[in-house]
């Protein structure tokens, strides 16, 4: 098969983007030259690579086998260039992603352990959902990733070889109100209450439900605000502006003005945090990153609240 190296490249972002455009933006490329690489691949792979779909594309059984090759063969290439270029194992780089509501305690608090105990590794960051995380660790764009899960807790996808996921803990999820509003002084309210308030949520995404809303509740809720960031949405509700799920984790980072209280009444929700590893073998840089999230999840384990 004649590949080049562009090409793996190609491959391994329209994997872990999802669609044609989205690999572009990211690779600065136009749309017409990645599906020019896609087409050459294909043509040497002698097989499909990708099924369409009108949300995108996905990969066939064909294209995820040529994938776990290409990032073996890439991340030999970035290994070699490193240590050509006089890199060092315990220098890094390592490459962490987290879903939203982790960034602001565990992973700050790891990052500080880190650069206190191991100032030469390098780690970078990306925030996602957990079906994008997943993506970009089995195109290899990560090495480790903080996910979030609820019950039934599935594997979070079906390829093979299987992530190595390691639950860290579990936390309950809370509605997070003004300490000055309706709920003043509560520790707890009913989903009949919460049901009728203004909320605060994330830009909904076919792959993720509809975060920063409780889940379950009759209606249609009103999202009259949509964020990304938990601490401007915390914010908001500082302000008066509606309310958001939150969990007790995130109590180190809520600003003043805000309460998180519990919900009444319904089934507790529960969210499980857990690491999961590339199927590739991991850096000593990697698992020192992966050892400083453990000892913060764990000490909000102990002390949730």
Not at 9 to 28: C, D, F
Not at 177 to 194: K, L, M, P, Q
Not at 220 to 247: E, M, Q, S, Y
């Amino acid at each position: 098969m004649d590949m080049t190296l562009v090409g793996l490249r190609v491959l391994r972002e329209v994997a872990e983007r999802g669609t044609i455009t989205a690999a572009a933006e990211a690779l600065g490329y136009t749309q017409s030259a990645v599906s020019r690489q896609v087409a050459a691949l294909e043509q040497a792979a002698g097989a499909r690579l990708f099924d369409r779909h009108p949300g995108g594309v996905r990969l066939t059984a064909e294209g995820r086998a040529l994938l776990r090759h290409a990032v073996v063969a890439l991340d030999a290439l970035d290994a070699a260039d490193r240590e050509l270029r006089g890199g060092e194992a315990e220098d890094g780089p390592v490459r962490l992603g987290f879903f939203p509501t982790a960034g602001a305690v565990i992973v700050a608090r790891a990052l500080a352990a880190l650069r206190r105990e191991h100032p030469r590794i390098r780690v970078s960051t990306r925030e996602g959902t957990t079906p994008s995380l997943v993506r970009a660790l089995r195109t290899g764009t990560l090495d480790i990733a903080l996910l979030s899960s609820r019950p039934p807790h599935r594997s979070p996808d079906t390829d093979a070889p299987p992530l190595r996921v390691e639950p860290l803990f579990e936390t309950r999820l809370t509605v997070a109100v003004a300490a000055s509003g309706r709920f003043a002084g509560r520790d707890s309210v009913t989903a009949e209450e919460i049901a009728g308030e203004p909320w605060i949520a994330s830009p909904a995404a076919a792959e993720e439900p509809l975060l920063g809303v409780w889940p379950g509740l009759p209606g249609r809720p009103r999202v009259r605000h949509t964020v990304r960031d938990w601490l401007t949405k915390l914010h908001l509700v500082a302000a008066g502006a509606g309310i958001t799920t939150a969990p007790p984790a995130l109590l180190p980072a809520v600003p003043p003005g805000v309460r998180l209280v519990a919900v009444e009444g319904v089934a507790q929700e529960w969210r499980r945090v857990s690491l999961a590893h590339a199927p590739s073998p991991a850096t000593a840089s990697a698992n020192a990153v992966a050892h400083a999230l453990r000892q913060e999840a764990a000490e909000l384990a102990d002390d949730p609240d």
